[in-house]
């Protein structure tokens, strides 16, 4: 059992089991940028709450005139060592590289 799986045996953590198996390096996730939008007082921020390249005055703005292909790993060198919730959890709960089992893995996290 590694580092991580003591820990988290030990430590609840606020985030889905799905997420945590991609931290482990157990499957892998793509970055969903846009499922995390952030507004602040200059505006919707894009594309997320790390790389901040414009703000948009609607969010139909950022989420129409924002390049999302542009992001991600392979696609921006910013991206390139990034795990963050705010981009990877969206693409857990979006079922992406769903395997046999998350939807009862979801399930039971949401009820425990």
């Known amino acids: 059992m590694g580092e991580a799986d003591k820990l988290l045996k030990k430590y609840k ?33 894009g594309p997320c709450y790390l790389i901040t390249d414009e703000h948009h005055a609607t969010f139909d703005d950022l989420m129409n005139n924002t390049d999302w292909d542009s992001y991600g790993l392979g696609n921006d060198p910013r991206c390139e060592h990034c795990m963050v919730h705010c981009g990877f959890e969206p693409s857990a709960a979006l079922g992406v590289n769903a395997k046999l089992g998350d939807s009862f893995k979801m399930l039971m996290w949401q009820m425990s």
């Open 13 to 45: 953590m606020a985030t889905s089991p799905i997420y945590l198996e991609f931290l482990q390096g157990k499957r892998e996730l793509t970055c969903t940028a846009w499922g995390n939008p952030t507004r602040n007082v200059k505006g919707w921020k």
